[in-house]
């Protein structure tokens, strides 16, 4: 992936300008408060990563960031500017684009069909160039760009997931679950994939139970459970820490 793409952004600093924040955000189901005022930042160059067990409420957060489920208090800023209530397709337009658990591919049509609804929110006349960049980056897909998508394994449709957020040329990059359900070797080419596109420039928000490899590739980290964020700090500082290894590595 080029510039053109995504542009280039300074290495990760406190200095960086905060482009996604969340707000004391409470999200409810019913009567069942599943979010209970998560408060986290995603600054301009960073990759952040969102770890915490199965129910712990990160991609309900996620949802509610792309405004997929309710706000019941709280906010979420992007930008700058208030998006609370805001629908996944006007913030797609503005640059926040997620990729979500379980892929969501249009499994009937082709993988070159999917790369070009990835683009269905801009108006230039470089998506078959961007088309190109993005099977330099997955190799597979260009294999097979006339292939259905429904008949893919889960690894070759999550890099078609990746690739198609890609296409929107993302400022920010929401990553739900990637590795899930994967191969040891798909998740090893999963990861690799997500740090060389923060390299290349692109902010990333990666929620992940795969708390080693998120911890590893983070700038930061948070730990969510039950709701609220437990900890937060630097990635490899967080990686390292007796608590979190005890609770989410094994050890």
Known sequence: ???????????SSAAAPVLLSLSNLKVAYGGIQAVKGVSLEVR??????????????KTTSLKAVTGLQPVADGDVSYLGRSIRGQGA?????????????????????????NLQM???????????????KVFAIFPRLKERRDQLAGTMSGGEQQMLAM??????????????EPSMGLSPIMVDKI??????????????????????????????????????ITMTGP?????????????????
């Open 118 to 132: 990835g683009a269905y929110v801009r108006d230039d006349k470089d998506i078959d160039a961007d088309i190109e």
């Open 1 to 11: 992936m080029t510039d053109t793409m995504a542009s280039a952004i300074p290495n």
């Open 191 to 228: 990861f690799e994939v997500v740090a060389d596109i923060h390299r290349q420039g692109v902010t990333i928000l990666l929620v992940e139970q795969n708390a080693s490899r998120a911890l590893a590739l983070a700038s930061r980290g948070y730990v969510m459970d039950s709701g609220q």
């Open 44 to 57: 301009e160059g960073e990759l952040v990563s969102l770890i915490g067990a199965n129910g712990a409420g």
């Open 89 to 113: 397709w006007d913030l797609a337009k503005q640059g926040l684009v997620m990729v979500p658990e379980g892929r969501g591919t249009f499994t009937r049509m082709t993988i070159t069909e």
């Open 163 to 176: 690739g198609r957020a890609l296409m929107a040329r993302p400022k920010v990059l929401l990553l739900d």
């Open 235 to 251: 990635g490899r500082q967080l990686l390292d820490d007796p608590k979190v290894r005890e609770a989410y590595l094994g050890h």
